[in-house]
């Protein structure tokens, strides 16, 4: 392995560690706002019935919907995981690293802006629309997205 491959690929371990940072930070916080919303529905239960029968019922829909976001904070999560960290991708995939000449791409979920020593990198998923544009290109080629022609300065 050469000295700048070993170095990709500390980038890329690093990326996915941070990565997962986010995202388990949203499984956490999801996880807590459901519990919080459950308890607020738990605790009307011995009130006069139906002066909070309404606030109940807004409780439960309120845990029904950080259930939904824990769910997919929880996908998200399992997709982060299973990026091969030691694999140097020749085409744009999940797991890709991506640095064109107008910004960095990480392949992964969408999680937006992510720096590693002061670079940014974004955070995309398969389903963006710039990876639509980018995908199975290789080094070197150049894609459009939004009326602008961008090239693939490196890709690993």
């Known amino acids: 392995m050469t000295t700048e491959t070993a170095f990709e690929l500390e980038i890329k371990h690093r990326l996915v560690d941070e990565c997962i ?24 239960q011995g009130a006069i019935e139906d002066k909070f029968e309404s606030f109940r019922e807004a409780c439960h ?66 389903a963006s629309p710039v990876f639509q544009a980018m995908a199975g290109k290789v080094k070197g080629d150049t894609f459009t997205f939004r009326d602008k022609q961008i090239k693939i300065i490196d890709l690993y």
């Not at 995202?23 to 996880?31: E, L, W």
């Open 21 to 44: 940072r986010l995202q388990t930070d949203f499984v956490d916080n999801a996880r807590y706002a459901m519990q919080e919303a459950q308890e607020s529905a738990n605790d009307s």
């Open 61 to 126: 829909i309120q845990r029904d919907m950080f259930a939904k976001q824990l769910d997919e904070a929880i996908g998200k999560l399992s997709i982060l995981k299973r990026i091969v960290r030691n694999k140097v991708n020749d085409d744009i995939s999940l797991g890709s690293v991506v640095h064109t000449d107008s910004q960095n791409y990480f392949i992964s979920v969408s999680l937006g802006e992510v720096n590693i020593d002061g670079e940014k990198f974004f955070a995309i998923s398969p």
